[in-house]
């Protein structure tokens, strides 16, 4: 398989902070919502030539741990956004912006020959008053592909309330109050009662992995982490190529899309539920396997196995899809279709088909760089096996010389990345490039703005 680190997830970009409504004053928290939580289920629909946003149910949640500020802003376009409006006036009230697996299915050979249905749940501050509320899918081209509106009337009665599920809830480091702090949840798949101090164990790991890295590590004072436990019956995910089924809590199994690595979950009304009443706005699902595999999706889900020597290394990379919209600045060149068409700027803040570079890191560019900035010689081998052996000003080099080379997104053609080599680009490389150290401050910065 060419693919060195699994490609996760398709996001997008616009200038951060970017206001989606400019004509109304910015909303105030108290006067439109409760403190609690609205979930809303969907199930995303289609093939690839048509899709289609159904509303499955909706659900009164736990306390809201979401922003209380800019709640009018998107940090960025992703492929879907969520706007809860004033229905009277149009104003937008909350928005929110994510991709889907549903969305990166349907450029998989699958997606022409048959339709499929995948569950999508999403968070919004509980209205005091009737709201609109609108869900968009975009294509990798920026099109609306599908749309849903409806009314939520707070008062609805068929609005299902959560109560504790009684699943086993730690805090294991606390930061600020809810609306103050980003607060990361993690839970327990493919664990046995029997295993559940090791659950204890990995959680704390993940949370060093993640917070011992930059630009996390210096703003480890607005993350607050809590960990969530509930037994499944079997050990470790399903492993399909193997005929190996277990019962689990989230459903995990590899051979997602029939790519024999590929660890993920489609099981996102079980992972809500399981979550119950918790607050939280990022999940990591912790998955108990030794095997490598995982992913991370903009604003829906980071999946991580367990005990992979790279374990703390791939997970600070799917969090950096997840959490911060960065691409892969990986590159091969066997895809049939691109992902990033010529002409369309990406969202992601870490790649450009230089449609509309000024938005992206032309501000950083050292003077006089030229575009497309030639690479190393190292380039020509595989920098992945002699990493190790570089000296620490190579590898400085190579991860903080800001440029624009070719080669990122998937594509060796028409896609550019800032740096030649950064961790969302091989595991080796210990850390961010500027450009996604800057985007994911930024990003830090959008949620904690008080
Ligand atoms: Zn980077």
Redesign the pocket.
């Known amino acids: 398989m060419k693919k060195y680190i699994l490609p996760l997830i398709l996001s997008l970009a616009c200038a951060c902070g970017q206001k989606a409504v400019e004509s109304f004053p910015e909303p105030v928290f108290e006067e439109h919502f409760q403190d609690s939580t609205l979930r809303l289920d969907y199930v995303f629909c289609g093939d690839a030539r048509h899709q289609a946003i159904y509303l499955q149910g909706m659900c009164k949640t736990g306390p809201w741990a979401g922003r209380q500020k800019n709640l009018d802003r998107l940090p960025l376009k992703g492929n879907g956004q969520l706007v809860v409006k004033d229905p009277a006036t149009g104003a937008t009230l909350y928005a929110h912006s994510f991709s889907t697996l549903f969305q990166e299915w349907v450029g998989y050979p699958e997606a022409r020959q048959v339709q499929k249905a995948f569950e999508n749940c999403f968070q919004v501050p509980f209205p005091k008053d009737s709201v609109r509320i609108e869900v968009t899918l975009t294509d990798n081209r920026g099109r609306e592909s599908a749309r849903l509106s409806h009314i939520v009337d707070p008062a609805d009665i068929l609005i299902r309330q959560a109560r504790d599920n009684e699943a086993r809830c730690e805090i294991l480091s606390q930061e600020g109050s809810l609306p103050e702090s980003i607060d990361i949840v993690l839970l327990s798949e493919g664990y046995t009662s029997d295993q559940e101090d090791k659950f204890w164990a990995d959680a704390r790991r993940a949370q060093a992995a993640l917070t011992a890295h930059e630009p996390f590590a210096g703003r480890s004072d607005a993350f607050t982490f809590r960990a969530v436990f509930l037994p499944s019956k079997d050990s470790g995910p399903s492993i399909p190529h193997s005929g190996d089924w277990h019962r689990t809590l989230a459903d995990s199994h590899f051979d997602t899309f029939y790519s024999e690595r590929y660890l993920t979950s489609s099981a996102q009304q079980k992972i809500f539920d399981a979550l119950g009443i918790v607050p939280f706005e990022h999940i990591i699902v912790l998955v108990n396997t030794p095997v490598y595999g995982g992913g991370g999706i903009y604003n829906s889900l980071t999946i991580m196995g367990s005990d992979h020597p790279t374990f703390p290394q791939v997970l600070v990379h799917e969090f950096g899809h997840a959490f911060g919209g960065?691409g892969d600045?990986y590159f091969y060149d066997d895809m049939d279709q691109p992902v990033y068409p010529a002409g369309v700027e990406p969202w992601e803040p870490?790649l450009t088909t230089l449609t509309d570079f000024a938005s992206k890191w032309q501000d950083m560019l050292p003077e006089g760089t030229s575009i497309p900035t030639p690479v190393d010689s190292l380039e020509q081998r595989d920098v992945r096996k002699i990493w190790n052996t570089l000296a620490p000003e190579k590898k400085a080099l190579l991860n903080l010389t800001v440029g624009v080379f070719e080669g990122g997104g998937y594509q060796s053609k028409g896609v550019y990345?800032?740096?030649q080599e950064?961790?969302?680009?091989i595991n080796e490389c210990e850390d961010?490039?500027p450009?996604?150290t800057r985007a994911l401050e930024r990003m830090i910065d959008f949620y904690t703005s008080k």
């Open positions: 960065l600045e870490n990345r800032p740096v950064c961790r969302m680009k961010f490039c450009v996604c």
